[in-house]
């Protein structure tokens, strides 16, 4: 079967009303419908043959084996079974409910888009050629859509009971996303909501969500004119509509940040924690702290007796996470032992992960036609000094078949064999260990207090040494560099290397 969408006029996408379509056809490939003649191909009477076939044999095999003590061999597909389950994709019959149904989401997709008075019809054929007609004729189905024209916003208003609220969102009200004159489009509305939800969210409500934005449409406005209504409040009956007073309503203070650096446990720990106070901040630990408290400062954006904020929430969800320090990070509020009815408290869980890695790679190299190989080793500490700093270590050793550029310009010696079959078949040795040490704050004598914590100072060591012996020489490379690297937005970041030192000999020439 065949999909056809006619459109009438412009304003709305026909590639969108494809995909709507509940029934697609069968996958083409370069104009040829691959998949279904790999399902069609395999003779069904022949695959229950070989099934039968094969499902004896394995039956016999597994008697054998049980007699030995094994276990027995699981089921497997034949060729043609793969050729036709795995491999193939079953013909497109025509279903009309199917089609019923696509007429249907694409009413509601002009509604969404504001042709409330738009059309679909549908009809099918079959294809004869010919004059002959198939077998098995081809369906084919037409979707006549005629949009119209779409509605626009004639009045825009904003109703709630909360006068904080509205005053807020009355700042914001030239922000919006909607304006008197525009297209209506339930798409844009739904970044409406989520833009309130996120400001609210961001001022302090806590408990503010989505839910709670609804928009009232009024098309009896005038010509194809909308007149909406953005409602601010609890759903449910008219009594319980209002937010005032309410934990939806509430702007929240966080009273106390509590993080837990405890391990994993399978149950409840009878043993109460160790506790250590800092800055406001409360950090549980078992036996001995696995972070350092004041290393995890500069990711915490979440401060005590503090306006809650969700951008402070994402921000340190981000930060911690991106350490990958930690197995888990989960962040929760609870309203419970909290002095007023408008606090809560943070709760900062992290789990913390293994420490240390170690890896082992093997790859070959072509460069210029001339093969090689290389093996790296790679160890890396992710908390080093319980610091959150991180040490990176990796060793190559790398062999390279290369020609030697000496000789005249010409790489035949007179045998005729060329300097690469002379010298062996790598002849090229490169080996050499790289070292990079990383701490997530600026060492002296640059303050942490001259940088916003959204900057993520960090300052890096980097230390290299390669030796590489080749045919024409050998060479020395050793170099050293210290820095600070820092974030001014998320897509600028900024590094400063006051220290960098060089070092290349070549003790040997050919």
Not at 222 to 238: A, I, Q
Not at 259 to 266: N, S
Not at 271 to 292: A, N, S
């Amino acid at each position: 079967m065949d999909n056809v969408v006619e459109v009438e006029g412009k304003g709305v996408s026909r590639s969108e009303l494809d995909e709507i379509i509940k029934q697609q056809p069968n996958e083409k490939i370069l104009g040829a419908r691959f998949y279904l003649s790999m399902y069609n191909w395999p003779d069904p009477d022949k695959i229950a043959e070989a099934r039968a076939r094969k499902d004896a044999a394995r039956d016999r095999k597994n008697e054998r084996r049980a007699a030995r003590g094994k276990a027995p061999k699981p089921y497997s597909r034949t060729t043609a079974e793969w050729l036709r389950e795995v491999v193939g994709e079953p013909p497109v019959l025509l279903d009309s409910s199917l089609t019923r149904r696509s007429s249907d989401q694409m009413r509601l997709y002009l509604q969404k888009e504001g042709h409330f008075n738009g059309e679909v019809t549908d009809s099918i054929s079959f294809a004869r050629p010919n004059g002959r007609p198939y077998h098995k004729p081809k369906a084919r189905v037409i979707y006549s859509v005629e949009p119209g024209r779409a509605y626009s916003y004639c009045t825009i208003s904003l109703r709630t009971d909360d006068p904080t609220i509205r005053g807020y969102l009355r700042e914001a009200w030239p922000d919006r996303l909607v304006m008197e004159g525009d297209r209506f489009d339930a798409d844009v509305l739904d970044r409406e909501r989520t833009r309130i939800t996120n400001r609210l969210r961001e001022l302090g409500y806590l408990h503010f969500t989505r839910d709670l934005v609804q928009f009232d449409a009024d098309t009896s406005a005038g010509d194809r004119e909308v007149d909406l209504v953005v409602r601010v409040e609890r759903p449910g009956p008219p009594r319980r509509k209002n937010l005032t007073g309410t934990p939806e309503g509430t702007i929240y203070q966080v009273a106390d940040v509590e993080v837990d650096l405890r391990p994993r446990q399978r149950g409840k720990s009878t043993i109460p924690p160790d506790t250590i106070q800092l800055e406001g901040y409360r950090f549980l630990y078992q036996d001995r702290v696995p972070v350092k408290p004041q290393a995890l400062l500069g990711s915490m954006f979440l401060r005590p007796d503090a306006r809650y904020q969700q951008s402070h929430v994402d921000r340190t969800y981000r930060r911690l996470t991106a350490l990958r320090a930690f197995d888990r990070v989960d962040i929760a509020f609870d309203s419970a032992q909290v002095r007023r009815p408008d606090q809560v408290n943070a709760k900062v869980r992290l789990i913390p992960a293994r420490t240390q890695s170690v890896s082992v790679e093997l790859y070959g190299t072509n460069r210029g036609g001339f093969l090689g190989t290389q093996l790296s080793l790679n160890h890396r500490h992710k908390n080093l000094f319980r610091s959150l700093g991180s040490i990176q270590t990796s060793m190559i050793l790398g062999f390279e078949a290369q020609q030697s550029l000496t000789g005249g310009g010409s790489n035949v010696a007179d045998d005729g064999v060329t300097d690469v079959g002379r010298d062996g078949l790598f002849n090229t040795l490169e080996i050499g260990p790289e070292v990079t040490l990383t701490f997530p704050q600026f060492l002296i004598p640059i303050s942490r207090d001259k940088f916003s914590r959204s900057a993520d100072p960090r300052s890096v060591f980097h230390i290299l040494y390669n030796y590489q012996r080749r045919p024409d020489y050998t060479r020395n490379l050793a170099r050293f560099s210290f820095g600070y690297e820092w974030h001014e937005s998320p897509t600028k970041t900024w590094g400063v290397y006051p220290l960098e030192w060089n070092v290349i000999r070549i003790p040997r020439l050919s």
